[in-house]
């Protein structure tokens, strides 16, 4: 090896920071620490300026007019389309549906594949770490067909209790629906297991995958799911926007879930014939500025490399988790041996709002409450935590400042 | 360090929520109601007990957070032996004290409740000052619904 070589970081982390326009912003005079990426990522410049481009330079409505406009903004459209299906490794871009977020596209699914494959007495396999967008449209649709809703319950630790799936598994079992990544605690599910059990049954499944996209890489014909969920504002692009992906074969027998414009082939009063996939799902007007500065996220992380993201998050979370247990009456809720980077603790004698407010005039932004996820806080007993969960944008120093902060909390109980 | 923490944190408020008063389930209370911030996951439930039109007794139970245990323990106490019209009343002013809404008048009478003035500069702990007292204003009122922040 040349002895002149010039070793470069594979993860510039202060380089990326320069890129987040709003991590130059101050908090009550102090600079932003921010740690709730779990919540909601924040923006690249790539991304802010492909939305304003969007805007200034390729607008018109999409897959209608004849017009240059309309055809420019088709184009970049589908090629965000392109660089999702790339992203995910989808076998065809007909199984990228563009829906609102993770939620619209569990709520589609359970409500279009649901009606028309569940009966009274089936059952739906969930798991406790399930957020409640991944519970709630079950139920809806359990109600309307008299299914039956069965949880995969967790060890102490919040890893999934795989013999408790396995045993839950029946000839009754039509669908298992369940994170990849726990926004609550940071546990990453055995995916791979949790599909080849239940395809030796027929049984599809979905997966969540909120907080799975921004930390790994997926490959959705490895892993041969069925279904798989993802929100585009925590993959650093825009809110209100984000990915259904299904099999085609799936998705072909399913019946819309929304009518309207764009899903339609031929309409008249008799009847209508709807358009093929992804369109069949993708009634009325998209957000086609939310498409392309979701593409745009997507292709500010394949730069990076999510590789080097994952590297990078993972030593803060191994970091955070040694400073955080150095704290006496601190306790760490989730220590799967799998996890991404979310570090998720309650203290002994102080409520995580109280910590939660006295962060935030620190500059120090923490989700803290059930995280919309309200069985698994029933699970380890607590109402509450505090979530630091950490993006790729984060460091060392940021750390300190959270338990420099913490420390803050206890002097100002321990009075 | 003047970032209004310590104003918020004040010791009597940090002493309430350690020890709270009047604290527990009542057996024999002739009105409860409960209230739920469902954004926090944080619960009370209010029981009181009527002589006539005088609150003859007031306990609460709760899991919450400091400002939401201090208040619900400060209401308790003050409550007591007020007609169903005073203790209305002392709510009123108590909104206006945390919320720093202007053309209310919070009152000398609000005693140690005053502590609890910090709040109105964190507008996101409002609810948690006030959700017991809104369970409170539920239990005279014999709403059977549990009371949620808005």
């Known amino acids: 090896m040349a002895t002149n070589a010039i070793v470069t970081p594979a993860f510039d982390v202060e380089r990326v920071r320069q890129d987040f326009p709003i991590l130059s912003e101050e908090v009550y005079g102090k600079p932003l620490v921010y740690f709730d990426s779990g919540a909601s990522a924040q923006k690249p410049r790539a991304v802010i300026d492909a939305i304003s481009n969007v805007y200034e330079t390729e607008y018109a409505n999409v897959h209608r007019g004849v017009h240059y406009m309309s055809q420019k903004a088709t184009d970049a459209m589908e090629a965000a389309r392109e660089t999702v299906r790339a992203f995910i490794n989808a076998r065809d871009i007909r199984e990228v549906i563009f829906v609102r977020g993770a939620t619209e596209g569990i709520n589609l699914v359970a409500s279009s594949w649901g009606r028309q494959n569940l009966l009274a007495g089936d059952e739906i396999i969930l798991s406790v770490l399930e957020h409640h967008s991944n519970i709630v449209p079950w139920q809806l649709i359990a109600e309307q067909t008299g299914a039956v809703l069965k949880v995969v319950p967790v060890s102490d630790d919040g890893a999934l209790d795989m013999n408790a799936y396995a045993d839950l598994m029946s000839d009754k079992t039509k669908m298992v629906a369940i994170t990849h990544v726990s926004n609550a605690l940071g546990t990453i599910a055995p995916v791979e297991e949790i599909i080849r059990i239940a395809h030796e049954r027929g049984v599809p499944v979905l997966l969540d995958g909120c907080q799975a996209a921004p930390h790994m890489a997926l490959d959705m014909q490895a892993l041969d799911v069925d279904f798989y969920v993802f929100s585009g504002h925590k993959i650093y692009g825009p809110s209100g926007i984000g990915v259904l992906y299904g099999k085609a074969e799936l998705l072909e027998a399913m019946p819309p879930y929304h009518g309207g414009g764009e899903m339609i082939d031929v309409v008249t009063f008799e009847k209508t014939t709807y358009a093929d996939l992804p369109f069949k799902f993708e009634a009325g007007t998209p957000h086609i500025s939310g498409i392309i500065g979701m593409g745009a996220g997507i292709e500010y992380i394949n730069a990076l490399g999510l590789e080097n993201i994952a590297a990078h998050e993972h030593e803060l979370l191994e970091y955070g988790t040694t400073k955080l247990s150095e704290i006496n009456s601190l306790k760490i809720i989730g220590t799967a041996p799998e996890k991404t980077a979310i570090l998720s603790f309650v203290l002994e004698t102080v409520h995580p709002h109280d910590v939660g407010t006295i962060l935030d005039r620190e500059g120090i932004a923490v989700r803290t409450g059930h995280h919309c996820a309200q069985p698994i806080m029933d699970r380890f007993d607590i109402a509450a935590t505090i979530r630091a969960s950490i993006g790729m944008y984060n460091t060392r120093d940021e750390i300190d400042v959270l338990v420099a902060g913490l420390g803050r909390v206890q002097e100002i109980f321990g009075r | ?150």
């Open chain 2, 1 to 150: 360090m003047n970032d209004g923490l310590t104003d918020l944190y004040q010791e009597v408020i940090l002493d309430h929520s350690r020890h709270p008063r009047n604290f527990g389930p009542s057996e024999n209370a002739d009105r409860s109601a409960r209230g739920n911030n469902p954004l926090c996951g944080d619960r009370v439930t209010v029981f009181l007990n009527l002589d006539g039109d005088e609150i003859s007794d007031a306990q609460f139970d709760a899991r919450g957070c400091a400002i939401s245990l201090a208040s619900a323990s400060m209401m308790t106490e003050m409550i007591k032996g007020k007609s169903i019209e005073e203790a209305k009343a002392l709510f009123e002013k108590f909104y206006a004290l945390v919320t720093g809404e202007n053309g209310l008048e919070a009152g000398p009478d609000l005693a140690e409740l005053e502590t609890l003035s910090g709040v109105k500069d964190f507008p996101t702990r409002i609810k948690c000052a006030t959700l017991a007292w809104q369970a409170m204003v539920a239990a005279l009122d014999g709403t059977d619904e549990d009371v949620k922040t808005e």
